[in-house]
């Protein structure tokens, strides 16, 4: 099987930044709001909200992707397609901006895109994950996740060198010493 020979920040992840995005990232989430919403028990109307606001947080992601990929993300630095991608829902989370139903809309949108992160390798900011998994496109976008792939860099270099330094043959051969 061969490995990764490069992890390049924002667009590719490791071994240990891909499980990491998976279990920490994608299934506690996925199964943290599950219970809550067993043990809460929601109307049906808040889970139809919940619906909504997950497909608007999709659709927008996805005309982001599309309106802004070649145009900005492939061409400008980095940082500032995290700003721009990374900055609202960050703020959103954080400051507990909008009603329940929004706020549990963009926890699951980034619990499954996490998912999708894992399943694609990709070390891009999650909120992209899904529409470069539709477009077949991704770009660098960092996250908070990538300290996980500095790691992974470090890790995958260091093998890399390890298997790069040949070992030091003897001088003659052992029978030779007697």
């Not at 920040?9 to 599950?34: Q, S």
């Not at 808040?46 to 070649?70: D, P, Q, R, W």
């Amino acid at each position: 099987m061969e490995t990764q020979s490069k992890i390049t920040l924002g667009l590719d992840a490791g071994l240990l930044g891909r499980w990491t995005r998976l279990i920490l990232g994608g299934i506690v989430p996925l199964v943290t709001i599950a219970r809550q919403l067993l043990t809460q028990e929601p109307s049906l109307s808040f889970y139809g909200a919940t619906g909504l606001y997950f497909h608007a947080i999709f659709l927008v992601y996805l005309a982001a992707h599309y309106s802004l990929g070649e145009r900005l993300l492939a061409r400008t630095n980095p940082w500032i397609g995290t700003i721009i991608l990374v900055g609202p829902p960050t703020v959103a989370l954080i400051l507990g901006l909008g009603p329940d139903a929004f706020q549990l809309a963009l926890a699951l949108y980034i619990a499954i895109s996490l998912i999708f992160n894992f399943i694609m390798s990709y070390g891009g900011c999650e909120v992209m994950a899904i529409p470069s998994f539709i477009f077949k496109r991704r770009y660098v976008v960092y996250c908070p996740w990538n300290a996980v792939d500095v790691v992974d860099k470090v890790v995958l270099e260091r093998r890399n060198k390890a298997s790069q330094v040949s070992p030091v043959e003897p001088q003659g051969r052992p029978d030779d010493l007697a």
